[in-house]
């Protein structure tokens, strides 16, 4: 009983959520560090990867935020950008970028920043 | 005139009567600790999308102050981690009992806890993290197993949880109380069953004090002993009902009364006394930690003290709130006793006017928690339907912009009149206390001290959120 009290602590401790499919991107934020009010977000990927939509939902880190939800436009091979995403409130965000491929194969990546 | 008792109403009072009814309202809140669990372990990292999250720091806090504004404690009274009590009857079996230390019998261990809970809510922005928070609630049944196997019944709430003695604190400005209806009675009552409890045995009616292991319907009483005739507070009631169920006389009355004015005629310990003035000062810093001059502050304070350590700057901020708060209420109370006339003991002069702290300590946290709570309440749908979806349930897809449930523009004013109303209920025990001493001049000292305090917290509550784990900017 003992031990298995302790394999599911062990395995309690372990358990850490599957972001899924990784999205290999190069995210840039113009102003390179955004304050409060609206940024371009540049989200570059592999040209080759073919993508078909890319949303960006924007979370603050405190529960009960209602997030920013836009939608990126393609601006070039590879290219896809937001012209004015809405950092509402100062503090910390966690980006979501989901992208679909002409498979509606889905891609997830995060990023975190801090808005002054 | 009779004061209106709740235990009359059609099917409330055989609800609470019904030895079940503890356990009916404890199950909804286990199944949501469950839930939090399943989600905070398995689901995504993401606070705002994470049922543990959103469940524990929004719509806990949230109903809770409103619950205790209504009615009362209702949350120690349909708290899951009382269910507990089973398995650690079964362990009480094999384990040894002991005695809660006569040195820790009183609030002191609770604030010591308190402290660093919020310390470590900030720290490790427990808020921010659905991980920390499913362990914060698996850590918290599993002091309450310990407590309750090596000691006896009641000490877990009483001298240990910091989540219930904030409840009992904040409970003293509740419109109920539990109180007896006819005083007469419990003079005559032979087994003071409220507090003894009751076990009706073949052979007639006796305490479970006397006899802890006879056979028979069995009616525990007062875990954390109050005796029914002598309640003069909220303070460490759960709002069991056990007392009701103990009672062979149906003797216990859930009376209604004046909310926020029972620290005008109880008589605390200086404990308490300083818990509620704590718990004010920690609330006011609560909410401080969520706006800009926070971070400027502590950014000011990391030049000041050349370090970068963020668990330095965090207890020094902590520190010196607190005790600033601390060293000014002391003060404050003295020159009021001195003013009165009255040449008591700087203890006894906090014990006297710090009682007035408990409504404005209320009303920091209801202040804070309802912005939170409203805001973001309809958020427990999507992330109960994301955590169902987990599970396998087919629940639909969650509407994540499902949020708020006033306006923005409504929040300050709200705000506002919570705090004003606290400062109302405050200003009363003052002025009774005041009364007391035929001295009015010393009520106003301390009154304007309120005052002071209440234009600082809607200073801060004014500030433009800033929802930030770490303390200090990136260099």
Known sequence: ?????????????????????????????????????????????????????????????????????DEAHPAGPGLWRVDAFDFNMRGDWVLTITAYDKQGKKYVKEVRLTVP | MRTPDLLRLPLVGRFFRWRYSRFVLQVPLLLVALLALYDGFMGRQLAPKNFATV???????????????????????????????????????????FKWPRALRN?????ALTLFYLFAYEYWDLWASPWLTAWLILGYFGVAFVVDALFPEGTFCKYVCPLGNFNFTLSTVSPTQIAARDPEVCLRCEGKYCVNGRV????????????????????????????????????????????????????????LRAPGTEAAWARYKIDV???????????????????????????????????????????????????????????????????????????????????????????MWAGHYAFHFLTGWASIIPVTQQALLNLGLPVGEPDWTLAALVPENWLYPLQVGILYLGLLAASYVLFRRARERNHFLAGGIV?????????????????????RGTLLLPQ
Request: charged share 20%.
């Open chain 2, 273 to 363: 006394v300083w818990l509620g003035v704590l718990l004010f000062f920690a609330g006011f810093m609560n909410a401080f930690a969520m706006v800009p001059p926070y971070y400027q502050l502590a950014e000011r304070l990391s030049e000041l003290l050349g370090t970068r350590n963020e668990a330095l700057l965090l207890s020094t901020i902590f520190v010196l709130w607190t005790g600033l708060g601390l060293f000014l209420t002391l003060g404050v109370a003295m020159l009021a006793d001195r003013v009165s006339g009255v040449r008591a003991s700087p203890l006894k002069a906090v014990r006297f006017w710090g009682t007035g702290f408990f409504p404005l300590a209320f009303a």
């Open chain 2, 447 to 467: 009154f304007t001290y309120f005052f002071l305090l209440v234009a600082l917290a809607l200073w801060v509550l004014a500030q433009p959120m800033e929802m």
């Open chain 1, 1 to 69: 009983m003992r031990r298995l009290f302790l394999l599911a602590l062990v395995l309690l401790s372990a358990c850490r959520p599957k972001t899924g499919e990784p999205l290999e991107a190069e995210v840039r934020f113009v102003p390179e560090h955004p304050t409060v009010g609206k940024a371009e977000i540049c989200i570059e990927v592999d040209p080759r990867l073919e993508l078909t939509r890319v949303e960006v939902v924007g979370d603050m880190t405190h529960a009960g935020m209602i997030p920013v939800e």
């Open chain 2, 55 to 97: 469940s524990v720091w929004l719509h806990y806090r949230g109903f809770l102050v409103l619950a205790i504004a209504v009615l009362g404690n209702l949350f120690c009274a349909a708290c899951p981690m009382m269910l507990v009590r089973g398995p650690t009857r079964f362990a009480k079996r094999f384990l040894p009992e």
């Open chain 2, 107 to 111: 609030k002191y261990f609770v604030i």
């Open chain 2, 200 to 255: 009706e045995t073949p052979s007639g009616r006796k305490t479970l004090k006397e006899a802890p292991n006879a056979e028979g319907l069995r009616f525990p009483g007062c875990e954390t002993k109050l005796y029914v005739p002598q309640i003069q507070s909220n303070m460490d009631c759960t709002l069991c009902m056990n007392c009701v169920r103990a009672c062979p006389y149906d003797n216990v009355a859930w009376k």
